[in-house]
């Protein structure tokens, strides 16, 4: 059974940056995409980024360029660098699993996910 942890959210300002991380502990074994996800409230939740075993990326147009999405296949810990956050990015952010190797931006077909991490930007 997989878990997801995730850390490193917080109250920063308009343009500055983050670094969020996810580890994961349990059997593992296999292909496997990770992701990040955000979620405001009265919103659906929202695709961040998606990577890959094998490194195959996938970022949403909000973040592209923004965000940098990383993955140590050694112990599967997922990152996420935030630079020139926005008021928007306000959410919680949610690691998330599935077996496979194509990353992909719906919800439902990610079987595993941690309980969530907040980042707060506001002057």
């Known amino acids: 059974q997989v878990q997801l942890e995730e850390s490193g959210g917080g109250l920063v300002k308009p343009g500055d940056s983050l670094l969020l991380s996810c580890t994961t502990s349990?059997?593992?074994?296999?292909?496997?995409?990770m992701a990040w996800f955000r979620q405001t409230p009265g919103k659906e939740r929202e695709f961040v980024v998606g990577?890959?075993?094998?490194?195959?990326?996938h970022y949403s147009d909000a973040v592209m360029g923004r965000f940098t999405a990383s993955r140590d296949t050694a112990d599967n810990t997922l990152y996420l660098s935030m630079h020139d956050l926005k008021p928007e990015d306000t959410a919680v952010y949610y690691c998330?699993?599935?077996?496979?190797?194509?990353?992909?931006?719906?919800?439902?077909?990610?079987?595993?996910w941690g309980q969530g991490t907040q980042v707060t930007v506001s002057s």
């Open positions: 990577i890959g075993v094998n490194s195959v990326t």
């Open positions: 349990g059997r593992t074994s296999g292909d496997s995409v």
């Open positions: 998330a699993w599935k077996v496979g190797d194509i990353p992909t931006t719906l919800q439902q077909r990610y079987s595993v």
